[in-house]
């Protein structure tokens, strides 16, 4: 259970990033990409129906589309104007999504939301230490899709300026080699702003020698 100088600190601490991505999306200047991860866009038929979860959706593109695809979404972010874009979208698209203000430490993943989600997506947020209570999350054969900006050596021009906030090579691999991976890249691609080096990964929570594999268009 934690202290009450831990629940004080992690109360600052939200507090703080909530205040610092306000600034950021009251900026008419900032703006985050409209579609899906490309991956999820990809496999959208090929992952199970049900309820999803979209950690730090920001102005919502995996949730959007998550719903628009029939899912019941729950979309998550610190930010009360990343959300308020959010709700913004979603009307105009005509869908509906639970859009929750709450930091990802205090949403209750491995209780309330345990064996909750056939989806989960995670976005440009990094999360490594989230990772074990994500999973928790999951339903059984439940999907994870995740990208991140990675540390690279080649010119870069989108992503945070430190490296801190950006993951080793192979980082997000080892973190989920207890699900089935069904996909890993580390490259570089074009986003809004211009070139990023990315992580993608999706991983099934499933277990075994002999499983099952989707079929995708090449």
Request: charged share 30%.
């Amino acid at each position: 259970m934690p202290t009450y100088k831990t629940a004080r600190l992690l109360v600052a601490t939200v507090t703080d990033d909530r205040a610092r991505w306000n600034e950021k999306y009251d900026d008419p200047d900032f703006d985050l990409p409209d579609d899906p991860i490309p991956e999820l866009e990809r496999r959208i038929d090929t992952v199970p129906d049900g309820r999803a979860l979209d950690v730090a959706t920001g102005t919502g593109r995996n949730a959007l589309f998550l719903a628009e695809h029939g899912y019941d979404v729950d979309a998550i972010d610190v930010s009360d104007a990343a959300l308020e874009r959010a709700r913004d979208r979603a009307a105009e698209r005509g869908v509906e999504v639970d859009w929750i203000r709450t930091d990802l430490a205090e949403f209750d993943l491995e209780g309330e939301h345990a064996g909750e989600y056939d989806v989960i997506t995670v976005s440009f947020f990094a999360a490594l230490e989230h990772l074990p209570a994500l999973k928790e999350a999951l339903a059984p054969g439940g999907v994870l899709v995740y990208e991140h900006h990675l540390r690279s050596s080649d010119p870069i021009e989108v992503g945070p300026s430190s490296d801190g906030h950006r993951y080793r090579s192979n980082d997000l691999l080892r973190a989920c080699l207890d699900l089935t991976i069904l996909h890993y890249e580390e490259r570089r691609r074009e986003v809004i702003g211009g070139t990023a080096a990315v992580v993608t990964l999706v991983a099934r929570n499933s277990r075994g020698g002999a499983q099952s594999y989707p079929l995708l268009d090449e």
